[in-house]
């Protein structure tokens, strides 16, 4: 059986960790805080049988109860695709994955309408969202924004969600970078200015990843 740590209790951990159970595989949920949210958020998960483990920090030495049967890890846009326990996890044939791209492992049988830019990709995601569904084409949103693509995904595979016609995504610069193969039939590229450098490094490595998504798109619309 799979075995796959799950980092962080956000809402795409979260998202994560359920659609990840749901498919039969073994999750453990390894999450720093330690405050009431979070104590809430895992009382919630455990009751689901998915088990979660508070107050553990993301450095190497928190995966080491697991490591011999560790298969992946997969983490939220909230942490740098660069840090160091992650690379040293890749350097040890650990899988490190965005929850995007679970997401998309499991979705990608929907076309995707993808949306990115610094600015306006709320917005067009909404707008996006709701012309289609108003002529009567099943277009729920999600990602960056409202529901979790992991979460989305897997309330399709309950039946929570009729299957969609097409699913619009926002996808930030954070969650591209961590979904390589995320390849949606629309790309949509918004706006550009300096931002999130502190995490990026250089505007060219930001437009890149911006870039990056466009390249994967079968259709690709740039403003």
């Known amino acids: 059986m799979a075995f796959t740590i799950v980092v962080g209790l956000g809402r795409s951990g979260v998202g994560a960790a359920r659609l990840l159970h749901h498919q039969g595989q073994r999750v453990v949920v390894l999450e720093r805080g330690t405050g009431p949210d979070q104590e809430a958020c895992a009382a919630k998960l455990q009751e689901e049988g998915i088990q979660v483990e508070l107050g553990i920090p993301l450095d190497i030495k928190s995966f080491e109860p697991w490591r011999s049967e560790l298969t992946a890890v997969v983490v939220g846009p909230g942490i740098p695709w660069d840090h160091p326990t992650l690379e040293i996890l890749r350097k040890n044939d650990v899988q490190v994955r965005g929850e995007i791209e679970l997401a998309w492992d499991a979705l990608n049988h929907i076309p995707w309408v993808g949306i990115t ?7 067009v995601t909404h707008l996006l969202s709701h012309v289609l569904n108003h002529a009567g084409v099943r277009a729920p949103m999600g990602g960056n924004m409202g529901v979790s693509a992991a979460e989305m995904a897997l309330k399709i595979r309950q039946g929570e969600l009729p ?3 097409w699913l619009v995504m926002e996808l930030s610069s954070y969650q591209i970078e961590a979904a390589p193969t995320l390849a949606p039939s629309i790309g949509v590229w918004t706006t550009l200015t300096p931002d999130h450098l502190e995490r990026h490094g250089t505007l060219e490595a930001y437009r890149a990843i911006k870039h990056s998504l466009l390249q ?8």
């Open 216 to 223: 994967r798109s079968s259709v690709a619309i740039f403003n």
């Open 117 to 123: 830019g610094t600015n306006g990709k709320t917005t």
């Open 163 to 165: 299957k969609p016609d």
